[in-house]
């Protein structure tokens, strides 16, 4: 009778094409007709959450009835990306995201780029919270002699050992730049750009020696080649040792590829998409061979009851914080048309939003805002402070630099370089506007609005105030052009973007929209020429 309940939990675990097995104790091995040599291990997979936490309950409670089948090892890994994204992440800083991993179970966590999008300090306080390994073999304080983090974490499944190896795309010291360094200008952490390839193979090597009979590298990396020239491919190529790549990073849904890596083995290469699009499903046989599928999230029939409560309690929680009405629109405020991110390659009428709050609760001349920074669409009818942070959810500290004319003219020439391809450095812009020739990549006619409303040609010589965000001063967006310039002190209370967006439509606009934002101003005109 109880090989036959076990051939039946084992079948219904059959998802996306394979059965799935996990973990048992040795006597309910043998009561199955298994040995620990018999036994295949299962490794569920994600990567690029994003906040998305409901998928949560599902990995677990995956992983949860596999272990109820009792007739493999199994384990769930995370490869990063999990702080940040909507509204949960946001408006507690990582904290409510946490909250709920901490009830997964996680046998390995790869940081991601989005890790340290509140700050290094922020991050680490975080992830001492997590009742799991956090791995990267590429995280380093500046000058340190050993990474911030092990570089891999090794389990040991009935007779054998998987080691999972943690790396992290050197680029993210260029998305989230202003986290690697303080208000200074001085380096506090390194990825090691120069020595990646080197640090991610000594893992794995180190690995190999102490064991492991399987390397899995959890890899927040990526598909497309970045400036710096790394993505997963170019990885595996570099290095040798390991069996699998779990990737992420560019949000591909990558069931299986296969890429040859430097000692001539084929070594496949997967990624789940984002969001808890499909949770992705590595399996071991008993007799070693290796296979990967991808699963829709909400095709797996198995939850967490653990996890779901925690997720319940952070939903309670921010549905609390955030149902407040702010204020109320009669059109659509808009960063995308279908499907694409026109505030990262034109003026909208949100950027027109988002700029003109900060220019006013910063008291400045002119407010620059990276399109990159502004993220969700606000839909008409009631603005509530759930759709605020979900437009601006990094709560980005503001500041008032001053700048000159010239250095104004060269940040709007490098951030408009490649309009009218999508950059998330294009600048929104309130109290100024010039005209962008995208054949010559050049700009001119930049104009200074004037008190009155009217506008009179910027002068290079002379020094304007200028609201932004610290992201943007300290190099995270704008490609460093504004990084030396001086801060100035304000009285402002306001503190963040989020805030200053809030209070603009709630106390400068009365709480309604005008209609002078119903498209975009002008502000910005481009010339296909």
Same mark, same amino acid.
Request: charged share 15%; net charge negative; aromatic share 8%.
């Given at each position: 009778?109880?090989?036959?309940?076990?051939?039946?939990?084992?079948?219904?675990?059959?998802?996306?094409?394979?059965?799935?097995?996990?973990? $048992?104790?040795?006597?309910?091995?043998?009561?199955?007709?298994?040995?620990?040599?018999?036994?295949?291990?299962?490794?569920?997979?994600?990567? #690029?959450? /994003?906040? %998305?936490?409901?998928?949560?309950?599902?990995?677990?409670?995956?992983?949860?009835?596999?272990?109820?089948?009792?007739?493999?090892?199994?384990?769930?890994?995370?490869?990063?990306?999990?702080?940040?994204?909507?509204?949960?992440?946001?408006?507690?800083?990582?904290?409510?995201?946490?909250?709920?991993?901490?009830?997964?179970?996680?046998?390995?966590?790869?940081?991601?780029?989005?890790?340290?999008?509140?700050?290094?300090?922020?991050?680490?306080?975080?992830?001492?919270?997590?009742?799991?390994?956090?791995?990267?073999?590429?995280?380093?304080?500046?000058?340190?002699?050993?990474?911030?983090?092990?570089?891999?974490?090794?389990?040991?499944?009935?007779?054998?050992?998987?080691?999972?190896?943690?790396?992290?795309?050197?680029?993210?010291?260029?998305?989230?730049?202003?986290?690697?360094?303080? %208000?200074?200008?001085?380096?506090?952490?390194?990825?090691?750009?120069?020595?990646?390839?080197?640090?991610?193979?000594?893992?794995?090597? &180190?690995?190999?020696?102490?064991?492991?009979?399987? +390397?899995?590298?959890?890899?927040?990396?990526?598909?497309?080649?970045?400036?710096?020239?790394? #993505?997963?491919?170019?990885?595996?190529?570099? *290095?040798?040792?390991?069996?699998?790549?779990?990737?992420?990073?560019?949000?591909?849904?990558?069931?299986?590829?296969?890429?040859?890596?430097?000692?001539?083995?084929?070594?496949?290469?997967?990624?789940?998409?984002?969001?808890?699009?499909?949770?992705?499903?590595?399996?071991?046989?008993?007799?070693? /061979?290796?296979?990967?599928?991808?699963?829709?999230?909400?095709?797996?029939?198995?939850?967490?009851?653990?996890?779901?409560?925690?997720?319940?309690?952070?939903?309670?929680?921010?549905?609390?914080?955030?149902?407040?009405?702010?204020?109320?629109?009669?059109?659509?405020?808009?960063?995308?048309?279908?499907?694409?991110?026109?505030?990262? %390659?034109?003026?909208?009428?949100?950027?027109?939003?988002?700029?003109?709050?900060?220019?006013? +609760?910063?008291?400045?001349?002119?407010?620059?805002?990276?399109?990159?920074?502004?993220?969700? &669409?606000?839909?008409?009818?009631?603005?509530?402070?759930?759709?605020?942070?979900?437009?601006?959810?990094?709560?980005?500290?503001?500041?008032?630099?001053?700048?000159?004319?010239?250095? *104004?003219?060269?940040?709007?020439?490098?951030? $408009?370089?490649?309009?009218?391809?999508?950059?998330?450095?294009?600048?929104?812009? %309130?109290?100024?506007?010039?005209?962008?020739?995208? /054949?010559?990549?050049?700009?001119? /006619?930049?104009?200074?609005?004037?008190?009155?409303?009217?506008?009179?040609?910027?002068?290079?010589?002379?020094?304007?105030?200028?609201?932004?965000?610290?992201? $943007?001063?300290?190099?995270?967006?704008?490609?460093?052009?504004?990084?030396? $310039?001086?801060?100035?002190?304000?009285?402002?209370? +306001?503190?963040?973007?989020?805030?200053?967006?809030?209070?603009?439509?709630?106390?400068?606009?009365?709480?309604?929209?005008?209609?002078?934002?119903?498209?975009?101003?002008?502000?910005?005109?481009?010339?296909?020429?």
């Amino acid at each position: 009778m109880k090989k036959n309940i076990l051939r039946m939990m084992a079948a219904i675990l059959t998802l996306g094409g394979m059965t799935a097995m996990t973990a $048992c104790s040795d006597s309910d091995a043998d009561d199955a007709g298994l040995s620990p040599q018999d036994k295949s291990i299962v490794i569920l997979y994600e990567n #690029d959450v /994003h906040c %998305s936490i409901t998928g949560y309950a599902q990995i677990a409670g995956w992983r949860d009835a596999i272990n109820l089948a009792d007739t493999a090892y199994a384990a769930a890994v995370s490869v990063g990306d999990f702080l940040q994204g909507s509204t949960i992440g946001a408006i507690s800083k990582g904290q409510y995201v946490i909250d709920v991993m901490r009830h997964v179970g996680y046998d390995a966590i790869a940081l991601g780029n989005h890790e340290f999008d509140y700050g290094i300090d922020r991050m680490t306080s975080l992830l001492q919270q997590l009742d799991a390994p956090v791995i990267c073999a590429n995280y380093y304080t500046t000058d340190a002699a050993a990474p911030c983090y092990a570089p891999y974490v090794m389990h040991q499944y009935g007779n054998r050992r998987v080691a999972f190896v943690g790396a992290l795309t050197p680029e993210t010291m260029l998305l989230e730049r202003y986290a690697f360094y303080d %208000s200074e200008g001085h380096q506090l952490a390194d990825l090691r750009q120069d020595d990646f390839y080197e640090l991610v193979q000594q893992a794995v090597s &180190d690995a190999r020696h102490a064991g492991a009979d399987y +390397v899995v590298l959890l890899s927040h990396v990526g598909e497309q080649t970045q400036s710096m020239g790394f #993505d997963s491919h170019q990885l595996v190529t570099h *290095i040798s040792g390991i069996d699998v790549v779990l990737d992420g990073h560019t949000h591909s849904v990558i069931e299986a590829e296969t890429v040859t890596d430097a000692a001539g083995k084929p070594v496949v290469v997967t990624q789940t998409g984002t969001q808890f699009a499909n949770i992705g499903k590595l399996l071991i046989t008993a007799d070693g /061979h290796i296979s990967v599928s991808l699963t829709p999230t909400s095709d797996v029939p198995y939850e967490s009851s653990a996890v779901t409560a925690a997720i319940d309690a952070v939903n309670s929680l921010v549905d609390e914080q955030t149902r407040q009405a702010v204020g109320i629109t009669d059109f659509p405020l808009v960063v995308s048309e279908n499907g694409e991110w026109v505030v990262r %390659s034109s003026e909208t009428n949100m950027g027109d939003l988002v700029t003109d709050a900060l220019r006013h +609760v910063m008291q400045a001349d002119i407010a620059l805002v990276n399109g990159g920074g502004i993220r969700n &669409d606000i839909a008409a009818g009631t603005i509530t402070y759930a759709d605020i942070v979900s437009v601006l959810p990094f709560f980005n500290p503001l500041l008032k630099i001053r700048a000159t004319g010239e250095e *104004i003219i060269s940040t709007l020439r490098q951030c $408009c370089a490649n309009t009218p391809e999508s950059d998330g450095d294009f600048p929104q812009c %309130s109290g100024i506007r010039f005209t962008i020739h995208t /054949h010559s990549h050049t700009i001119d /006619h930049v104009q200074i609005q004037l008190p009155d409303g009217t506008y009179a040609d910027i002068d290079p010589d002379a020094t304007y105030t200028v609201a932004l965000t610290d992201y $943007c001063h300290h190099g995270g967006g704008f490609h460093d052009a504004l990084i030396n $310039c001086s801060i100035i002190p304000t009285d402002s209370t +306001v503190y963040d973007d989020a805030q200053a967006l809030s209070e603009y439509i709630a106390q400068a606009l009365g709480g309604t929209i005008p209609q002078r934002y119903s498209a975009p101003q002008g502000r910005i005109t481009i010339l296909d020429d």
